[in-house]
């Protein structure tokens, strides 16, 4: 039994965690866009009933480069699309049901948006991802051992026919459908086909790659560790666990995923661990998922929310995928882009002023940077994730005072401090808790 956290045995343990490619390379992405449309989206709902007519779908044709060109605009590196939510209505070509866009007159029953946005991505150089919804109200396979062939046949699909997929996402709701019926989902199944047919593919959500932030408000943990106890991995597949109310924003007895603290040291005592980092979502308009006309006119986040967002996410170890839904036309509304466009300019007026650096000394758990005197507003570093996450406490010194303190650092970590500080040639910081000795990857100190 490990009863000791300063053991070097448990923190050698810990800390030969790490990374696997598909995971680094994701993280890079740090920023990435949801697309929430379908049938939802004329009918005003958040969970279609299973019920509503295709017909519902009154579009003949979208102009998906537009899209693409428009999240492009916005800083984004990826777009998550919901090819079939809750309801079960598809917006791709499917073998295995007539409740899809084939049955809308939708470039008369011919079009599938799965395959034009993962076109229009590719052209406008964005990552494509799907979100296909495991909980299924239309089909009627759903609760027996026949809808597991459905879904796995669905997903085949899926990854077959669109090129290449950067992220699948498994939204955890209603884990138990409702009317009684109660779907064991084969998630393992579902996992071998995806690491089979895109085995560069991330599996979000209610899967083993990137888990949940534990919040869809935009708040991060102080601290976001990326190690965490394996058994994490299959909380949101758990259906006594999972949503079970429309527009409720959290999964109440998930256990772990919104806990204050997740992966501090007492935390993986005699645990099995994983490398399972956060992702945070969130939609533009603070409520909905889906585009309506309300949301839009009084929930759309200000850019000072986004751009907290921002930094409390991608700035704090953490991924950020922001939902832009489109409207009834088929548009993603102006109002939302010119947002993202100015908080990205806002968040890239910060980085502006890189200063250059003459000297970094590295000296254990001390690490000096000298430069030209001159005011110094942020701080940016990142640890080598390579060796695992390692720092758990930090502070920045400048002018032989403390400006900064903070917590784990991990991917990245942005600090902003909380005023200028004029006339520095020399900022200092010292790594107060660390498992075993830091790896750092990079500094960067910004005007
Ligand atoms: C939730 C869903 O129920 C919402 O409709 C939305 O898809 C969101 C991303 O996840 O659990």
Redesign the pocket.
Known sequence: MEQNVENTEFLKRITAVVPDKKQIEFQNLEYYN?I?FGLNTFTKN??GSGNVSPHAFELTDIDTDEWAKQLSSTGSTGVILTAK??DGFCLFQSKYTDYSIAASKYRQGRGDLVKQLSDSCRKYGLKFGIYLSPWDRHEKTYGTEAYNDFFANQLTELCSNYGEIFCFWF???CGEGENGKKQIYDWNRYFEIIHRLQPDAIISNCGPDVRWIGNEDGKARASEFSVVPSKLQDNLKIASVS?KTEGATVMKKAIGFMDKTLGEREQLLNEELCWYPAEM?ISVTRIG?FWRPLYENLHTRSIKNLENCYYNSVGSNATLLVNIPPNTKGELPSKFIKRLVKTRKKIEKRFENKISVDSIDYNGNVVKLNFEPQTIRTVVFSEDITKSQRIESFAIKACGKTVYEGTTVGFKKICILSRPIKKCSEIEIEINRCRLEPHIRKIEVFG
Do not use: K, T
């Open positions: 949801f929430h958040e969970w939510h809750h939204d955890g709701a949503q979502d998922w």
